[in-house]
């Protein structure tokens, strides 16, 4: 399906010429409206139609009534093009400012630029003098809009990386990846952009697999982030009984590729990157998560202890009749954060624990933190978490995980580094 959208005014060779050396399945006119002197240039559509042999159920007439307004053309034109590109997926479009006011001219260049897929047409030929194509010597000469600002489109994409947007980038990226002419380098660019901006939103989504599945044969061009995606695909394996179901190609099982707390460490840069879009709400609740993760991942890992299901025989006797009296309806033993900490404390009393000794030199820290948290809309207030009270809780944070993990190195822990916990490229990483 071809579709030939022309802007009309002035002399009609030149769209007579353009309709028949194209031959359109459709022709969209885009006319200025009457004022109160003169017809409209919708006027002239018939002897157009008749003279290039067209048959009017085959067009479509759209005025413009600010026809010397640039802003007016331009909704108008943009407007045009979406619809017919909408109606006719995969079909061509022509886009020809050969006729119609300067504005009318600009307004679909400038529409066309921002409608992925679409072909300019401009009719050249022979001049006599300085206002008109010669007769006869016409021709219809085609650009694609696109490649026109393909630039300022890349500088779009990159700005959403810097932003951590990476489905806004993929949008766009698809849509440019449509443009049949690209250059192979441009092509292949553009497409190792996109597998990197779906990688890096399905890892932001805590779609580790999927990410993994996409890049994991791109580590060259990232190895820092393909190796801390690899620990924390480990350290997810290591606290996730459903995940270890998930079958990933290309990666050894056996073989340790981390200490078991990356987790943490992609959840503390999942809330940085939430952060840095303003979603200060959405940054601390992932925090909080982080901070219940790492005593949950120090009684699994510590001591082979599930939070969301206490096997009492695993306890010290001393422990046992207390969690007894604690199961729930479905004979659980379920731990809320302060009680996953609360029992790091206890067994503390039995050997040195680590991480239940920085829970207790920090406990006022870590209640404030959870003020902050559960004023939230997000939990269990209404009050949205501002910037400053986000910093607070991102500066504690950082210090309690570090502390943490410096602490746990010096006893016995699962593994050792593997990769160093690494954000997401602010652009795209290049082929």
Not at 9 to 16: A, H, K, N, V
Not at 123 to 137: E, H, Q, S, Y
């Amino acid at each position: 399906m071809k579709i030939l959208v022309l802007t009309v005014g002035g002399s009609p060779q030149p769209l007579i010429s353009s309709i028949k050396q194209s031959v359109p399945n459709k022709v969209v006119f885009l006319c200025s409206d009457d004022t109160p002197q003169t017809k409209g240039s919708y006027s002239e559509i018939a002897n157009i139609l008749k003279t290039s042999g067209r048959d009017i159920s085959d067009s479509e007439t759209v005025k413009i009534s600010g026809f010397d307004d640039f802003n007016d053309c331009y909704v108008t034109s943009l407007r045009t093009l979406e619809r017919i590109c909408n109606e006719h997926p995969g079909g061509q479009v022509i886009a020809d400012y050969t006729g119609g006011t300067k504005s009318m001219a600009a307004g679909l260049v400038a529409s066309s630029l921002d409608c992925p897929g679409v072909t300019l047409g401009l009719v050249k030929g022979d001049r006599a003098d300085l206002i008109k194509v010669t007769n006869g010597t016409q021709s219809l000469r085609l650009n694609r809009a696109n490649l026109a600002t393909l630039e300022r489109q890349k500088n779009i994409i990159k700005s959403f990386f810097e932003r951590f947007d990476y489905a806004a980038a993929i949008s766009i990226l698809e849509s440019i990846l449509q443009i049949t002419d690209l250059a192979q380098t441009e092509s292949q660019k553009l497409q190792s952009w996109l597998v990197w901006a779906r990688a890096l939103d399905s890892w932001d989504r805590f779609d580790h697999a999927g990410a993994w599945r996409l890049i994991h044969h791109r580590r060259k061009e990232c190895p820092q982030i393909v190796m801390f995606l690899e620990a924390s695909i480990y350290s997810r394996r290591r606290l996730d009984e459903e995940f270890i179901k998930v079958n990933l190609e290309n990666i050894n099982r056996e073989i340790e590729k981390g200490t078991g707390y990356e987790l943490i460490q992609d959840l503390s840069l999942n809330a940085k990157r939430r952060a840095a879009q303003g979603r200060y709400d959405d940054a601390v609740a992932r925090l909080y998560r982080a901070i219940e993760l790492l005593a949950q991942a120090r009684l699994r890992l510590g001591y082979q202890l599930n939070a969301g299901d206490i096997k009492v025989v695993k306890l010290p006797e001393t422990l046992q009749s207390k969690y007894n009296n604690n199961a729930n309806a479905y004979s659980k033993i379920q731990l809320s954060l302060r009680s996953d900490y609360e029992l790091l404390v206890e067994l503390d009393h039995c050997n040195p624990e680590p991480l239940g000794q920085l829970f207790t030199e920090n406990k006022d820290k870590i209640i404030d933190f959870l003020r902050i948290r559960n004023n939230s809309v997000l939990a269990h207030g209404f009050t949205p978490v501002s910037e400053v009270e986000y910093k607070k809780a991102q500066t504690f944070f950082d210090y309690f995980l570090n502390e943490a993990l410096s602490r746990l190195s010096q006893v016995k822990m699962s593994g050792k580094i593997y990769a160093q916990p690494e954000q997401f490229p602010q652009s795209p990483p290049q082929i």
